[in-house]
């Protein structure tokens, strides 16, 4: 191609497509197949992406941590009547929230993002929300701690590299597009003390989500870290009341700039150590009577409308339940395989029904993998008591 042929606006919208095909060629790569709207994240995000306080809707659904399970993510999903057989979003309007700790203990952790990103802009399309957050171990990854990755997860990341490197490769052939920065750019090429069989899954995880990586940027970037929906809070592992004085707007605006790779190599203080938003486990420990709940008073007396702090973070065994006369609900199930593999379960919240636990239990244990409709009354769990034979209503 000729130099002056650089100039002509036809020139320049091809070597754009030729741009796109390429990322669009390595998301379906990497992805299971997915092909999502838009493979550039660099692009800004507008306000209703961002947002950290929203009004209730109808129907609410929450999920617990994931942790790199792609068929018990699916379970869940299909449990709530979010999507169908063919992954393809079947919520309606629905909005939903997943609290986070999609990363670690599993092996399909890109997967699970590429899907929960696809559902995001098909859930927009028919009026509902997929709202993701920030677990402890999204900050973790993003700050390099990766004690809890399988020998797969690190896998699928090497396989990941591989294939974004073979695009970066493609689009140095195309005349006119800029040439695009080296992934491992600061990055040892071996590290001392790591099998030799890991090195390579280790570089890859350190590129793609240390800040500004490709996958941080891309998907944990868009992620929230508290949030509020209508009468619920909700944080990975907690809030106390010091951390909705600091201010929920500015906690979730100062981790995106940290991901996003403007605010050093260490996570903001507030998701750091044992009473941070996402490593709280003052309102989630399984004994009941060890529930802080004056702390818990505390904290959402100062959110106004608010009635009740929705976590995950801490398995609870027994299910979905609550404490603190409902005010502090606890929805990590430990449902992925590297969790104990526990049952899928989803709290779901209705305007005009007020709180229930739909649970896959039944199905599990009788070997049937057909999953329970969302206006089903079989196979639902107690909701939010103690566990017992029937279902149970809790009074929002």
Not at 2 to 11: A, G, I, V, Y
Not at 36 to 52: I, K, M, V, Y
Not at 82 to 106: A, F, H
Not at 254 to 276: F, H, K, M, T
């Amino acid at each position: 191609m000729k130099e002056t042929e650089h100039k002509d606006p036809t020139c320049k919208d091809v070597t754009n497509l030729l741009s796109l095909f390429v990322d669009t060629f390595v998301d379906f790569s990497v992805s299971g197949g997915i092909f999502l709207r838009n493979p550039d994240s660099r692009t800004s995000q507008d306000a209703s992406e961002t947002a950290t306080r929203y009004p209730a809707p109808d129907h609410l659904v929450a999920i617990g941590d994931l942790h790199g399970d792609l068929e018990k993510s699916k379970d869940a999903l299909k449990l709530a009547g979010l999507i169908d057989n063919s992954d393809r979003w079947t919520g309606g309007s629905t909005t939903v929230v997943q609290v986070g700790d999609v990363l670690d203990r599993g092996d399909d952790e890109i997967k699970i993002l590429y899907l929960l990103e696809k559902l995001k802009t098909e859930a927009e399309k028919n009026g509902g929300k997929l709202i993701t957050m920030n677990g402890n171990h999204e900050i973790m990854n993003v700050e390099g701690d990766f004690r809890y990755v399988t020998k797969n997860g690190l896998k699928e990341f090497e396989n990941w590299a591989n294939w974004y490197c073979i695009g970066n490769k493609m689009k140095t052939l195309c005349v006119g597009l800029e040439k695009p920065k080296d992934l491992f750019s600061g990055i040892p090429s071996v590290f001392k003390g790591i099998e030799e069989e890991y090195n390579d899954g280790i570089r890859a995880r350190i590129a793609a989500l240390r800040p500004n990586g490709p996958i941080a940027e891309r998907f944990l970037s868009k992620n929230m870290t508290v949030l509020v929906v209508g009468d619920s809070v909700f944080a990975h592992g907690g809030l106390l009341k010091r951390h909705v004085e600091y201010g929920l707007e500015k906690i979730n605006q100062e981790v995106r700039d940290w991901i996003n790779g403007l605010a050093g190599s260490l996570a903001p203080r507030y998701c750091r150590g044992r009473n941070a938003v996402v490593w709280l486990r003052k309102f989630s420990d399984e004994s009941k009577e060890k529930c802080d709940c004056s702390a818990l008073e505390h904290a959402l007396a100062t959110i106004p409308g608010v009635k009740r702090m929705i976590m995950g973070h801490t398995i609870q065994g027994e299910g979905i339940n609550s404490a603190c006369d409902n005010r502090a609900i606890r929805i990590d199930v430990g449902m992925s395989r590297g969790c104990g593999g526990g049952f899928p379960e989803v709290l779901v919240i209705n305007r005009n029904s007020g709180l229930q636990v739909w649970s896959l239990k039944p199905s599990y244990q009788n070997n049937n993998r057909s999953y329970l409709p969302a206006d089903s009354k079989e196979g639902l769990a107690l909701l939010l008591q103690e566990h017992g034979p029937k279902q149970v209503e809790v009074k929002a």
